[in-house]
């Protein structure tokens, strides 16, 4: 899934080129790093690309070697269900029978031989049943700003790994709840990443999502005898704007979910950075031209200009071409709170 905006990671990731096609982290631009990853596990040829139509032409650049046919475009964004949905239809015509891996774009995995185990036994379980599988991180700390997986005690043993029963996806928890959740031993961090059989899930969305399914059962019709994108220009908008999580998997029934450790992190804001990077004597992520005095706990990033910093604690400075961002880290989440100012002022040019 490569079609968010990346919006809490403005100013460096814009509507013309997002996060997952930055690098944000190593010499790959975030999807790039995805797809090597999947490479070690799956031919190129079975790897899709859902996206819009903005980015198209940036996927065909960065990965130049992926089939032209396995990009998928959305002409609107209708959140994660409909995506989904859409994928497994094309996915379904070109590989009955198959198991799909639904995977963000944008999360950087640290331990990829432990995240490729993972995946493999998830695909195995997906194959004893009419199962939904999600890796589920093992939490280090009580982080509000993601949705967690409440497993049962009844497990299965795959490959050495201990692979859970659901009991249920619960959303974003307040700081108290989320302590709660850490120190239970049975909650995991959402990680967005789910394995499946495609006949599984159009089933689930069958039952659960009927009036998708009868939308993407009348695209199925329409793929047979008209060009696949006009198809999905002329009907894709009338899908609901609705994710996954609350679609299908908070009210499915057999649903199993492996505990994963393989220094996973979503990127989803910048104190990101200081958890895949390291730190300076101060606590301070700082990249670029940079001079920084009595600077403690920051994160600063230049993209030329001089950022100069005396005395400040507990900051977000970023510098584009045409923007700079001075922000608490504390609100950090926050962020989407200028994009929605910037529209209201129509300063579309720096979206």
Request: aromatic fraction near 8%; charged fraction near 25%; proline fraction near 4%.
């Amino acid at each position: 899934m490569a079609g968010g905006k990346g919006e809490r990671f403005w100013p460096k990731s814009r509507t013309h080129l997002p996060k997952q096609f930055l690098n944000i982290s190593g010499n790959k631009s975030m999807i790039q790093q995805c797809i090597a990853r999947l490479q070690k596990f799956i031919p190129i040829d079975q790897i899709f690309v859902i996206t819009n139509e903005l980015y198209a032409e940036i996927i065909k650049v960065q990965v130049p070697t992926l089939p032209q046919d396995n990009i998928i475009i959305e002409t609107i964004g209708r959140n994660t269900a409909p995506c989904v949905g859409l994928a497994s239809l094309i996915i379904e015509g070109k590989f009955p029978d198959s198991n799909m891996i639904v995977l963000p774009s944008d999360h950087i995995i640290k331990n990829e031989n432990e995240f490729l185990t993972i995946l493999k036994t998830a695909v195995e379980v997906s194959g004893l049943g009419d199962y939904l599988v999600t890796l589920g991180i093992s939490p280090t700390y009580p982080e509000t700003g993601y949705g967690y997986i409440e497993s049962s005690y009844e497990s299965l043993e795959i490959n050495e790994l201990l692979v859970h029963k659901v009991n249920k996806f619960v959303e974003k928890p307040d700081a108290e709840t989320a302590e709660m959740y850490l120190e239970s031993g049975n909650y995991y961090w959402n990680s967005g990443i789910f394995v499946w059989k495609t006949s599984v899930i159009r089933n689930y969305i069958k039952l659960l999502m009927p009036e998708m399914h009868q939308l993407l059962e009348e695209m199925k019709t329409l793929f047979k005898v008209s060009d696949r994108n006009e198809v999905i220009k002329s009907e894709f908008h009338k899908m609901p704007d609705q994710s996954i999580d609350y679609g299908i998997m908070e009210k499915a029934k057999d649903i199993y979910v492996i505990p994963c450790v393989f220094g996973w992190d979503d990127v989803g804001s910048w104190t990101a950075l200081e958890r895949i990077n390291n730190l300076d004597e101060s606590g301070n992520v700082i990249k670029g031209n940079t001079i920084c005095i009595d600077t403690k706990r920051c994160i600063i990033e230049s993209n030329g200009k001089l950022i100069a910093t005396l005395g400040v604690e507990d900051l977000i400075i970023v510098e584009t071409d045409d923007v700079t961002l001075i922000c608490k880290k504390e609100k950090a989440q926050d962020i989407k709170a200028l994009i929605k100012e910037l529209k209201v002022q129509k300063l579309e040019q720096y979206l």
